[in-house]
């Protein structure tokens, strides 16, 4: 298929979102009708709540196509500070190919006049930012077009002032679609205190027209994010947010708009959960900001519009419908590898279109020439799907000699994956990821060159997880281990005559890294690099060897190393 922008658009696209753009921190609405509506209609709710029977009236009034400017009608609206519905009387003041616009009668010739409603219908249908197209033929060449419920080929734009809540951030809502007007008749919403939803029965958007300022592109970004949502509705119905708002952001990419409200949210919070959308009242923000460059990454890498076109299409949900649409596309990568990628790519900048700069979880500015001996012990949480950022800095006439990074995550320790970016000499090296053991520890010696690295671990499964809001515990650390000494030594099991424990003290308590074993019989390779179990928190190590009797005892050595290094050796057995 070909890509709807050229490579004109996309060059303005780039120059657009490079640029730093003034923008409003607004959130969708449309989350808030995600969860699944629920027909209200039981002969026992009929006779108590007569009001909400199934066969009441959809709307207080049927649109008909062509309707002349002039046409009043009164809208079921949603009251997000009460939870429950309202009517809104509004005039149709402008007449687009593709859409009609009603304006709620407070706010015609104050927040709306005929202008607005001209730029307005302009974008809509004629173009964008991104080239002489509207957001609708923009948006349906790539997605595909949206529902027709009341079947007059148009999108209603309703501009209201949406009655909100603010979140914790004070954000408002700028915009939203409502899955209820696509069916007929009365229904519960759970989020709405399970309380009646009238349909409209209409293909609409709700737009706001306080704060959000209807004469300016801001305006238009919303309308494109709201008709993603519209669109994907149809395909399906049954997407989880993060992706459906990932797409919505991505649609008003694709019309040359810039989020750069939701990308700065993600580049100062970078460690929330791709998946996890948060509860109302939440700050949603970073999400949408994450979201999207999930989106635009894919974008980049994995097929441009042909692909994400395949996803908002694909019966499919959350990463399971990714990943199928992925592999249909002839993709052949796992998420547990995308999202590994994604998240390095995310420090990196590594994109064409977005300059990204993200706040670190954690900064640590290390002076090796003070106190060596006390290691750097960190302890923090990781949500599901999240990447953190952990920086090592030294100063400019120290470096990493002798500096070991560890790190040791809560188990299932297969969730884990841990990568390393680091500078030698404000040079990027190539990134490595750091190999875990089963338990979930793992460790890397820096080179003795290096002037800054970055500990990126992430929490990540290739299965759905039966609770989307999983939170997990890891502890990493910066030691120079060559102040670190061992007292090691050989116990012979009093009861099994071929049984040894290996015993290795440190000198100080080592977290999220820990000594192994190998064993050597007559200088040959027996067993090499034998995890050590830590025993009084890190305080001791063991390991237990069972012999084969066909062995001879005296025929084996041992050695201990930590992080490459030898700490200990001796014979199984002293002559």
């Known amino acids: 298929m070909k890509t709807v922008l050229s490579r004109v658009s996309l060059f303005f696209v780039l120059l657009l979102l490079m640029c ?97 409603v001209e730029t307005l219908i302009h974008a809509f249908d004629e173009a964008t930012p991104a080239g002489p197209r509207g957001i609708y033929p923009t948006l349906t060449a790539v997605f595909g077009v949206p529902p027709d419920v009341d079947e007059n080929g148009r999108v209603i734009l309703l501009l209201l002032n949406i009655r909100d809540a603010a979140d914790v951030s004070g954000h408002y809502t700028a915009g939203f679609f409502n899955s209820a007007d696509q069916g007929r008749g009365v229904r519960r919403h759970p989020g709405f205190r399970g309380l009646a939803i009238r349909s409209n029965v209409a293909d609409m958007l709700y737009i706001d027209t306080l704060p959000l300022n209807l004469n300016s592109e801001e305006a238009q970004n919303v309308i494109a994010h709201e008709l993603q949502h519209l669109i994907h509705w149809r395909h399906d119905s049954r997407e989880a947010i993060w992706v459906d708002e990932g797409c919505a952001d991505y649609a008003a990419f694709l019309c040359g708009y810039a989020s750069r409200a939701h990308i700065a ?164 090296s190539p990134v490595q990821e750091v190999s875990l053991s089963a338990s979930g520890v793992g460790s890397l010696a820096l080179s003795p060159t290096v002037t800054k690295a970055v500990l990126v671990p992430s929490l990540q499964s290739e299965t759905p997880r039966l609770q989307p809001h999983i939170v997990r515990t890891y502890d990493y650390g910066a030691t120079r281990f060559a102040a670190v000494t061992f007292v090691s030594s050989v116990l012979p099991n009093p009861v099994l005559p071929r049984y040894w424990d290996i015993v290795a003290i440190p000198s100080e308590p080592l977290v999220g890294l820990a000594p192994t074993v190998t064993l050597m019989q007559d200088a040959r390779l027996y067993r090499d690099a034998q995890p050590m179990q830590p025993l009084q928190d890190g305080g001791m190590y063991r390991y237990t060897l069972a012999l084969e009797p066909a062995i001879a005892p005296h025929t084996i050595t041992w050695r201990v190393f930590l992080a490459g290094r030898s700490v200990g050796e001796g014979p199984l057995i002293s002559d």
Request: contains cysteine.
């Open 265 to 428: 949210a993600f580049e100062k919070h970078s460690s929330v959960s791709l998946t996890a959308w948060p509860a109302a009242g939440g700050t949603s923000l970073p999400h949408y900001g994450a979201a999207f460059l999930w989106m635009l990454y894919l974008h980049e890498r994995y097929g441009g519009t042909g692909t994400l076109r395949h996803i908002v299409q694909h019966a499919g949900t959350s990463m399971n419908g990714i990943a199928a649409a992925l592999q249909e596309q002839g993709y052949d990568v796992t998420m547990t590898e995308l999202f590994a990628d994604w998240k390095i790519a995310n420090y990196l900048s590594d994109y064409a279109h977005v300059n990204l700069t993200l706040s670190p979880t954690r900064v640590h500015r290390i002076r090796t020439g003070v106190s060596p001996e006390q290691p750097l012990v960190m302890s923090h949480t990781l949500p599901d799907f999240a990447a953190a950022y952990l920086v090592f800095e030294w100063e400019a006439s120290q470096t990493a000699a002798g500096v070991t990074l560890s790190f040791s995550g809560e188990t299932p320790a297969q969730d884990w994956r841990l990568h390393l970016i680091d500078y030698q000499h404000d040079v990027l």
């Open 20 to 116: 730093p753009q003034p923008s409003v921190a607004f959130r969708c609405g449309t989350p808030a009708f995600k969860t699944p509506l629920q027909t209200a209609a039981t002969g026992a709710e009929r006779r108590a709540r007569p009001l909400q029977r199934e066969d009441a009236p959809s709307a207080p009034g049927q649109v008909q196509p062509a309707l002349p400017v002039g046409t009043e009608r009164t809208f079921f609206a949603p009251d997000f500070r009460s939870m429950q519905q309202y009517t809104v009387s509004a005039v149709l003041r402008g007449v687009g190919r593709f859409c009609y616009v009603y304006v709620e009668a407070a706010a015609w010739e104050g927040r709306v006049t005929p202008r607005t």
